[in-house]
Every structure is written in structure tokens, then in C-alpha cells.
């Protein structure tokens, strides 16, 4: 169990449709989808400290070739949208994402306003996976800097904590659809 302050810690394993028995899974030409709720504890712009829930749903498609393409979007449910939704190919570190797939192991690390997130997927030989993800501050500082999606104000951003983490795995690319 994960108490630290500035980290999100949760896992789910879900079989990924029409793979079971299929043999050693290979995740490339093949897309995920992860969602999450973030609850959030933060300073607003005003000083005053919320709870504030961030609802997160991250499309992935990893090409035959190993290149990473990462749709994000994130709604904060006040009508709120941070919204990253053009689809981001991976080359070199331009990117909001960053991925790395080393056998049965997909990790991956996003921009979080000073922060970042970090989110690991652990693929099985059936097609199903389990999924972890976190949050963490830079070396030194006391919290996660980040604007708000209503205000556009500075926000401090306490600790996070991931809940209902979700993960389905497409055969094929879900930006071709």
C-alpha cells in the first residue's frame, strides 16, 4: 500500500479482448486505453486548499515498428479539459510522452506541470495487463506546480492518489477508427 505524499499508486488487471490463449503477447500494431480518476489535494489560486478530482484517458498505439503515438486528455469534472488531444508521435524527447517497451513491460512518463506521471503496463502471455501509475514532484520541492484548468492560476498540487485505474487493449490502431 502507498502512503507517500506525492505519489499515485494503484493496479488492475484486465484480460484484453479475443487474446486469451493466445501465446506470448506482442503489444506491437496494437492499441491500449487507460483511464484513471486523480484525487487531487491542492492550494488553488486564491490560497485555499480542495479536493479535486481529475478524471484521465490516455489513448496509446504502438506501430509494428515500436513507435509510440499518445492521445491524453484529462476533465477535471467542474466542465473543466486539459485537453493534449492531438495525437503526439514519439521521436526523440519533444513529445508531452515518453515510452519505453522492454519485453512484456511498457513504461511511460508525461509532462504534469512541474511534475510528472509515470505509468507502467505489465502485458501477459494471454493479452490481459496490469497497470500502476504515479505522480511525483521535482528533487527539492515541497509540491507539484500546475495551472488550473478553470482559472488558468497557479496551483500547488499536495498529493495525488489514483483510483479505478482501467486498462484495455485493442487489436490494431484505435486512431484509424
Excluded at 491524453?72 to 492531438?86: K, Q, T, V
Aim: some cysteine.
Amino acid at each position: 500500500m502507498c502512503k507517500a505524499k506525492y505519489l499515485i499508486c494503484a493496479s488492475l488487471i484486465l484480460a484484453a479482448p479475443g487474446t486469451a490463449g493466445a501465446g506470448t503477447y506482442n503489444p506491437r500494431g496494437n492499441s491500449l486505453e487507460l483511464t484513471w480518476t486523480e484525487e487531487r489535494q491542492i492550494i488553488d489560486g486564491r490560497g485555499r486548499e480542495r479536493s479535486i478530482p481529475l478524471q484521465v484517458y490516455l489513448q496509446l498505439y504502438i506501430s509494428s515498428q515500436g513507435r509510440f503515438f499518445t492521445k491524453f486528455e484529462g476533465h477535471n469534472g467542474m466542465g473543466g479539459l486539459r485537453n493534449n488531444a492531438a495525437v503526439s508521435a514519439q521521436n526523440s524527447n519533444s513529445g508531452l510522452w515518453a515510452w519505453q517497451l522492454r519485453g512484456n513491460q511498457l513504461t511511460g512518463t508525461g509532462k504534469m506541470g512541474s511534475g510528472a506521471r509515470r505509468v507502467q503496463v505489465l502485458f501477459r502471455d494471454d493479452g490481459s495487463c496490469t497497470v500502476a501509475a504515479s505522480a511525483g514532484k521535482r528533487q527539492g520541492a515541497d509540491d507539484i506546480m500546475a495551472r488550473s484548468m478553470m482559472s488558468g492560476r497557479r496551483v500547488h498540487i499536495l498529493s495525488v492518489h489514483a483510483v479505478d485505474l482501467r486498462c484495455t487493449a485493442h487489436t490494431g490502431n484505435v486512431f484509424a477508427q
